[in-house]
Structure formats: structure tokens, C-alpha cells
């Protein structure tokens, strides 16, 4: 039995819905980060970790948001990209200050669909 076999179709649509706008949004940041646009250079030069950490930060995000349009690994996209805004929390308030607010949203709605998408083990899904 599956997670999804469990579900409303209203919900597998939400979930749906919530996975295609983090995948447009990280697929744009990523490809921001990765295609060097200067306000990217700008905040990783800030960072102070060199400009590699840019590029591996877009290829997570862009890895993460192909991840989730995939039924398969939409939970691993979720959960990577989850952990991905959790420092990018942690790096507004500790390290470049500016507004972490966007980076929350993100981090919820990410959690959300991990938390949607998580694998259930057997007993639990027998007795749902």
C-alpha cells in the first residue's frame, strides 16, 4: 500500500500544487546562483565561504527541485530542499543578516510536502 493510496484527491492536489511552485521557485534560484547573477555573487561573497558554495547551493536546488516533480523521490526533494532553507535561516541570522523570511516559507513548504510525501512502514499503513 502506498502514502498516496491513502489520500483524498483534494489533498494529493495540494501536495501536488505545493511541489510544482517549490520546483519553479528553487529551479529559478538555482539557476540564478548557477548562471551568476550578480546579486548571488553578492550575498555568497558575503557568506565568506568562496563562490563554490554558489554553485553547489544551485545544483542542491536545482537537483531538489527535480527531485520533487518525480513521484519516486519527491519526498528526498522535499527533505533536501527542507534542509537546504534551514541554513539558509541560520545564514540570514547568523552570518549576512537581511530578511530570513523568505527562506522560512520555503523552509515550511518544503517540510510540508516531506512530511506529506514521508514513507510509512507497514504496520502504520494497515491500520490507517
Not at 510536502?113 to 504496520?123: C, I, N, T, Y
Amino acid at each position: 500500500m502506498t502514502t498516496s493510496s491513502l489520500v483524498s484527491p483534494t489533498r494529493r492536489r495540494i501536495v501536488w500544487g505545493v511541489r510544482v511552485l517549490l520546483a519553479l521557485a528553487f529551479g529559478a534560484a538555482g539557476a540564478a546562483k548557477l548562471a551568476g547573477a550578480q546579486q548571488m555573487v553578492q550575498v555568497f561573497d558575503a557568506i565568506g565561504f568562496g563562490q563554490w558554495f554558489r554553485y553547489l547551493t544551485g545544483l542542491v536546488e536545482v537537483g531538489g527541485a527535480v527531485l520533487l516533480l518525480v513521484p519516486a523521490t519527491g519526498f528526498l526533494g522535499g527533505l533536501l530542499l527542507f534542509a537546504t532553507m534551514v541554513c539558509a535561516v541560520a545564514t540570514h541570522l547568523l552570518l549576512i543578516g537581511g530578511n530570513p523570511a523568505p527562506a522560512v516559507v520555503l523552509a515550511l513548504l518544503s517540510g510540508f510536502v516531506a512530511w506529506r510525501l514521508r514513507p510509512q512502514s507497514g504496520s502504520v499503513a494497515a491500520a490507517a
